[in-house]
C-alpha cells in the first residue's frame, strides 16, 4: 500500500482537525459545557451536517480535545525520562511542565483537562466509552511509575517512599492543583496577592523538601 494520503485523504484529515481546534478554542474560552454543536461547526465554518458525519456526539470531541492534551502530557514524561539522571532531577522537571503550562497559551492543556474531568463527573452516561482517554491516561501511569521505580534507590529521596506514594503526591496533587489555579479569573474572586506560577514554585519547594533524604 502507498505509504502517502490520496488528496481525499489529506482533506479528510485536515477537516478532522479543523473540528477539533476549533472545538478546542470554545471549550477553552466557553467551557465545554456551554459549547454546542452548533457553535463548532460555525468555528469550523462547514455545515452542522458535516460535523454530524465526522463527530455524530459531542462527546465523541470532547474526548478527542482531552486525549491530545494527555498526549502532550506523556510525551513531556518520556522527554525527562530520558532527559534525567536522578530521581530528583526527574521529580523537579515534571513539576516545572506543570509550571510551564501555566503559560503555555493561556493554560490551555491543565484548563481544558479540569473541564473534562468536571464534565465527565456529571455527564459519564452521555459517552459511550471512553478507551482512549483511559488508555492514554493508563500509559502515562505506566511511564511515571516506571521512572520512579528506576531511579527511586538512587540516594536523591527518601527510601522509604513507595512508587504509588509518590504519584498520588507529585502527579495527582500537583497536576490537581495546577488545574485548579489554571481556572484563575474565571469567577468573580478577590485578586490573589501572588501569581498562580508563584503558588506552584511553593508548592514544587514544599514537595521537593518532603521527598529529600
Same mark, same amino acid.
Given at each position: 500500500?502507498?505509504?502517502h494520503?490520496?488528496?481525499?485523504?489529506?482533506?479528510?484529515k485536515?477537516?478532522?482537525?479543523? =473540528?477539533?481546534?476549533?472545538?478546542?478554542?470554545?471549550?477553552?474560552?466557553?467551557? =465545554?459545557?456551554?459549547?454546542?454543536m452548533?457553535?463548532?461547526?460555525?468555528?469550523?465554518?462547514i455545515?452542522?451536517?458535516?460535523?454530524?458525519?465526522?463527530?455524530?456526539?459531542?462527546?465523541?470531541?470532547?474526548?478527542?480535545?482531552?486525549?491530545?492534551k494527555?498526549?502532550?502530557?506523556?510525551?513531556?514524561?518520556?522527554?525527562?525520562?530520558e532527559?534525567?539522571?536522578?530521581?530528583?532531577?526527574?521529580m523537579?522537571?515534571?513539576?516545572?511542565?506543570?509550571?510551564d503550562?501555566?503559560?503555555?497559551?493561556?493554560?490551555a492543556?491543565?484548563?481544558?483537562?479540569?473541564?473534562?474531568?468536571?464534565?465527565?463527573?456529571?455527564? =459519564?452516561?452521555?459517552?459511550?466509552?471512553?478507551?482512549?482517554?483511559?488508555?492514554?491516561?493508563?500509559?502515562?501511569?505506566?511511564?511515571?511509575?516506571?521512572m520512579i521505580?528506576?531511579?527511586?534507590?538512587?540516594?536523591?529521596?527518601?527510601?522509604?517512599?513507595?512508587?504509588?506514594?509518590?504519584?498520588?503526591?507529585?502527579?495527582?496533587?500537583?497536576?490537581?492543583?495546577?488545574?485548579?489555579?489554571?481556572?484563575?479569573?474565571?469567577?468573580d474572586?478577590?485578586?490573589?496577592?501572588?501569581?498562580?506560577?508563584?503558588q506552584?514554585?511553593?508548592?514544587?519547594?514544599?514537595?521537593?523538601?518532603?521527598?529529600?533524604?
Amino acid at each position: 500500500m502507498p505509504s502517502h494520503l490520496s488528496n481525499r485523504e489529506r482533506a479528510k484529515k485536515k477537516r478532522r482537525e479543523t =473540528i477539533l481546534k476549533a472545538a478546542e478554542n470554545l471549550f477553552l474560552h466557553q467551557g =465545554i459545557d456551554n459549547t454546542t454543536m452548533d457553535e463548532i461547526a460555525k468555528e469550523a465554518e462547514i455545515g452542522i451536517a458535516t460535523l454530524f458525519r465526522y463527530f455524530p456526539k459531542k462527546e465523541l470531541i470532547i474526548q478527542e480535545v482531552a486525549t491530545a492534551k494527555l498526549r502532550i502530557l506523556l510525551g513531556a514524561l518520556k522527554e525527562i525520562e530520558e532527559c534525567t539522571s536522578t530521581c530528583m532531577e526527574m521529580m523537579t522537571a515534571v513539576m516545572d511542565f506543570f509550571i510551564d503550562q501555566m503559560a503555555e497559551q493561556d493554560g490551555a492543556m491543565p484548563k481544558l483537562l479540569d473541564n473534562f474531568v468536571n464534565y465527565k463527573a456529571v455527564a =459519564i452516561d452521555s459517552f459511550d466509552d471512553l478507551n482512549m482517554y483511559n488508555e492514554m491516561r493508563d500509559e502515562i501511569s505506566i511511564v511515571f511509575t516506571r521512572m520512579i521505580e528506576t531511579r527511586k534507590n538512587d540516594g536523591t529521596i527518601k527510601q522509604e517512599l513507595r512508587a504509588a506514594q509518590i504519584i498520588s503526591t507529585i502527579l495527582s496533587n500537583f497536576s490537581v492543583f495546577t488545574f485548579k489555579l489554571s481556572l484563575k479569573g474565571n469567577e468573580d474572586l478577590p485578586a490573589p496577592e501572588i501569581t498562580s506560577e508563584e503558588q506552584l514554585v511553593i508548592m514544587k519547594r514544599i514537595f521537593l523538601d518532603y521527598l529529600k533524604p
